[in-house]
Nanobody
């Protein structure tokens, strides 16, 4: 399984960005997909996910600002990020999870938010 993340960049606080992840396999069933992020010196943290059945989950700090969606026909997972703040600065990684021990990661895309 391969995942290719794109869409990162440098923006001012308050701006929006959309990250996209292309997955090399069908994501319509059997897997959850989502995003984590990581800043230097910190552990990778969960951001958002969408289950095979379409149920979404978000970490509290992005609720109301970020929206995750997937397109099963294209095997893509998007993360729409609005009202960005400097604390959102991180490398964002998309993932596909069949089980806790069977998880695949993309290469990461850098998001930098300046104040």
């Amino acid at each position: 399984v391969q995942l290719q993340a794109s869409g990162g960049g440098s923006v001012q606080a308050g701006a929006s960005l959309t990250l996209s992840c292309a997955v090399s396999q069908n994501i319509s069933s059997g897997s959850d997909v989502g995003w984590h992020r990581q800043t230097p010196g910190k552990q990778r943290e969960f951001v958002a996910s969408v289950s095979a059945g379409g149920r979404t989950a978000y970490t509290d700090t992005v609720k109301g600002r970020f929206t995750i969606s997937k397109d099963n026909t294209k095997s893509t997972v998007d993360l729409q990020m609005n009202a960005l703040v400097p604390e959102d600065t991180a490398v964002y990684y998309c993932y596909l999870r069949r089980s806790p021990s069977d998880t695949y990661w993309g290469q990461g895309t850098l998001v930098t938010v300046s104040s």
